[in-house]
Antibody
Framework: EVQLVESGGGLVQPGGSLRLSCAAS????????MHWVRQATGKGLEWVSA???????YYPGSVKGRFTISRENAKNSLYLQMNSLRAGDTAVYYC???????????WGRGTLVTVSS | SYVLTQPPSVSVAPGQTARITCGGN??????VHWYQQKPGQAPVLVVY???DRPSGIPERFSGSNSGNTATLTISRVEAGDEADYYC?????????FGGGTKLTVL
């Protein structure tokens, strides 16, 4: 089955760190760009990071310097290392498969990250 | 940074046509993609490249894009279409989402 499954979410204190994982199955993971997208409760979708097939990475200003996206093709896995977490980072984090035309054709179910003391 | 503007809400009666707009500066020069998100679920792609439909998406879903406005059109609206809808583009190596539109089926 073609799917993405996120894990690693939880409660973390402000200033803390967390590492999210996304396990891919059912497709050739190494052939796709991969992304993280988050959604705060009751809010819209916010793009968090992207990694290309060659390992090139992209971030919006809101997380640049704090978050690091990486991938391990041998394990069909995507990661998001989140440091210096803030209350505003509280959200459900989705892993999404990108396409060459710039849209996301496969999403995971998400993992909840809560930043609170 | 590039901004996409969507109306917060659209209401339509069953069987009627819903139109959800996505405004952006010269958005007609970009490829626009649309997602449907129901409560507690991940987004689902419903239209890509302005007007193409992924397999499994009903023909009732269509899209257009010109000038400064892209539009998602849902014909013969059903109760099951009630959801949040988001437009999305790429701009300067960044992904941009619209703020989302809540479609209410009366």
């Amino acid at each position: 089955e073609v799917q993405l499954v996120e894990s690693g979410g939880g409660l973390v204190q402000p200033g803390g760190s967390l590492r999210l994982s996304c396990a891919a199955s059912g497709f050739t993971f190494s052939s796709y760009d991969m992304h993280w997208v988050r959604q705060a409760t009751g809010k819209g979708l916010e793009w968090v990071s992207a990694i290309g097939t060659a390992g090139d990475t992209y971030y919006p200003g809101s997380v640049k310097g704090r978050f690091t996206i990486s991938r391990e093709n041998a394990k069909n896995s995507l990661y998001l290392q989140m440091n210096s977490l803030r209350a505003g980072d509280t959200a459900v984090y989705y892993c999404a498969r990108g396409t060459t035309k710039g849209y996301f054709d496969l999403w995971g179910r998400g993992t909840l990250v809560t930043v609170s003391s | 940074s590039y901004v996409l503007t969507q109306p917060p809400s659209v209401s339509v009666a069953p069987g009627q046509t819903a139109r959800i707009t996505c405004g952006g500066n010269n958005i007609g020069s970009k490829s626009v993609h649309w997602y449907q998100q129901k409560p507690g679920q991940a987004p689902v792609l419903v239209v890509y490249d302005d007007s193409d439909r992924p397999s499994g998406i009903p023909e009732r879903f269509s899209g257009s894009n010109s000038g400064n406005t892209a539009t998602l059109t849902i014909s013969r609206v059903e109760a099951g279409d009630e959801a949040d809808y988001y437009c999305q583009v790429w701009d300067s190596s960044s992904v941009v989402f619209g703020g989302g539109t809540k479609l209410t089926v009366l």
